[in-house]
T-cell receptor
């Protein structure tokens, strides 16, 4: 039984390069969230998917950021032309639409977080 | 603009002490309030609160929501060194979005 997984766990890139991160949610979960967390701050909402539909996107997400969830399972987050200010931990979380049934399904609204991808832009 | 404010920002206590962490919020269309514990990794879920005045408990941790005061508290009794972590409060706003506070960093000394 696996939880939310993210790949890679660490990424170091040079300014101006493009990077792509992947998130695999818990298999029964149709809701998927991306967050960004910097040191000393709580996670900052970036975007939300329900199945394959991207239903909400933060105004903080510039047009250099794009996210997809093509088949309603895994998701990718791409950052184009990275800047030093993009350095952060990128967290993915998933949740179930149904009421609690089992330790991995969780209750409605309960988000399970992945281990995160730490991005460093040099 | 939606915001979630946690206090104190940091706290140092000794094992066996009781601590109370605060979370206040101003959001449009409140949906729920969640508490998470974050150690050196991703946040792990503690509680979800949707109704005022109903206490949620899990072992030495408990939490309650006051929708009139737009706030919640998280209590930890008989603290242990393993409780040392950042405690995050998140508020569901609108249909899908969650707003997190900056967290309270708790350190429990042996």
């Amino acid at each position: 039984d696996t939880g939310v997984s993210q790949d890679p766990r660490h990424k170091i890139t040079k300014r101006g390069q493009n990077v792509t991160f992947r998130c695999d949610p818990i298999s029964e979960h149709n809701r998927l969230y991306w967050y960004r967390q910097t040191l000393g701050q709580g996670p900052e909402f970036l975007t939300y998917f329900q199945n394959e539909a991207q239903l909400e996107k933060s105004r903080l997400l510039s047009d250099r950021f794009s996210a997809e969830r093509p088949k309603g399972s895994f998701s990718t987050l791409e950052i184009q032309r990275t800047e030093q200010g993009d350095s952060a931990m990128y967290l993915c979380a998933s949740s179930s639409p149904s009421v609690a049934s089992g330790p991995r399904k969780g209750s409605y609204n309960e988000q399970f977080f992945g281990p995160g991808t730490r991005l460093t832009v040099l | 603009e939606d915001k979630v404010v946690q206090s104190p920002l940091s706290l140092v206590v000794h094992e066996g002490d009781t601590v109370t962490l605060n979370c206040s919020y101003e959001v449009t269309n409140f949906r729920s309030l969640l508490w998470y514990k974050q150690e050196k990794k991703a946040p792990t879920f503690l509680f979800m609160l949707t109704s005022s005045g109903i206490e949620k408990k899990s072992g030495r941790l408990s939490s309650i929501l006051d929708k009139k005061e737009l706030s919640s508290i998280l209590n930890i009794t008989a603290t242990q060194t393993g409780d040392s972590a950042i405690y995050l409060c998140a508020v569901g706003s609108g249909t899908y979005k969650y707003i997190f506070g900056t967290g309270t960093r708790l350190k429990v000394l042996a």
